[in-house]
Antibody
Framework: EVQLLESGGNLVQPGGSLRLSCAASGFTFSSYAMSWVRQAPGKGLEWVSSISPSGETTYYADSVKGRFTISRDNSKNTLYLQVNSLRVDDTAVFFCAKASGTYRGNDYWGQGTLVTVSA | DIQMTQSPSSVSASVGDRVTITCRAS??????LAWYQQKPGKAPKFLIHVASNLQSGVPSRFSGSGSGTDFTLTISNLQPEDFGTYYC??????????FGPGTKVDVK
């Protein structure tokens, strides 16, 4: 059974940093691209970042470029998102999502981890 | 960047009704469109890929169509468990992608 379990969300002050983690199991982690998607309270889904299966290629939304860094450790089956220079409007639930591999889409999602940015 | 729009933003329907949601891309994305269902407090669920193909386990009352810039998600014979918010996702440059703003479906 595919499982994705995010952690690392917390209350942080503006300008602060966090490292989000997503522990994966039930599939060959190193074979799939992975993504982070966030959802601000009461708002829609926003793609944040993606990473290739090997980790060599990364992609970022303009809204987070230069502040967030995606990475993965295929030996630990874990995806990461380092979030720096946090702003109040970064407050959101952050989901990790697995790429389908066969089709262009995200077939499995974690339950999300909440990042709250407030003074 | 590709922009996505959806209409309507919300719809209320009765059990047994047919519900149609439209998604439009700002440029041609061929058939690279997916649909998701999200219930409050839950992660999105992958429903349809490549515009019209049901993900495994998704009931056949869900269907998708379209290509280019205009796409449709149809729920025929609406069931109580179909409430939630539906998002389209353009996947033309996957794993970069953009979601539509969502359509909330309330079951009367």
């Amino acid at each position: 059974e595919v499982q994705l379990l995010e952690s690392g969300g917390n209350l942080v002050q503006p300008g602060g940093s966090l490292r989000l983690s997503c522990a994966a199991s039930g599939f060959t982690f190193s074979s799939y691209a992975m993504s982070w998607v966030r959802q601000a309270p009461g708002k829609g889904l926003e793609w944040v970042s993606s990473i290739s299966p090997s980790g060599e290629t990364t992609y970022y939304a303009d809204s987070v470029k230069g502040r967030f860094t995606i990475s993965r450790d295929n030996s630990k089956n874990t995806l990461y998102l380092q979030v720096n220079s946090l702003r109040v409007d970064d407050t959101a639930v952050f989901f990790c999502a697995k790429a389908s591999g066969t089709y262009r889409g995200n077939d499995y999602w974690g339950q999300g981890t909440l990042v709250t940015v407030s003074a | 960047d590709i922009q996505m729009t959806q209409s309507p933003s919300s719809v209320s329907a009765s059990v047994g009704d047919r519900v149609t949601i439209t998604c439009r891309a700002s440029q041609d994305i061929s058939s690279w469109l997916a649909w998701y269902q999200q219930k409050p407090g839950k992660a999105p669920k992958f429903l349809i890929h490549v515009a019209s193909n049901l993900q495994s386990g998704v009931p056949s009352r869900f269907s998708g169509s379209g290509s280019g810039t205009d796409f449709t998600l149809t729920i025929s014979n609406l069931q109580p468990e179909d409430f939630g918010t539906y998002y389209c996702q353009e996947a033309n440059s996957f794993p970069l992608f953009t979601f539509g703003p969502g359509t909330k479906v309330d079951v009367k």
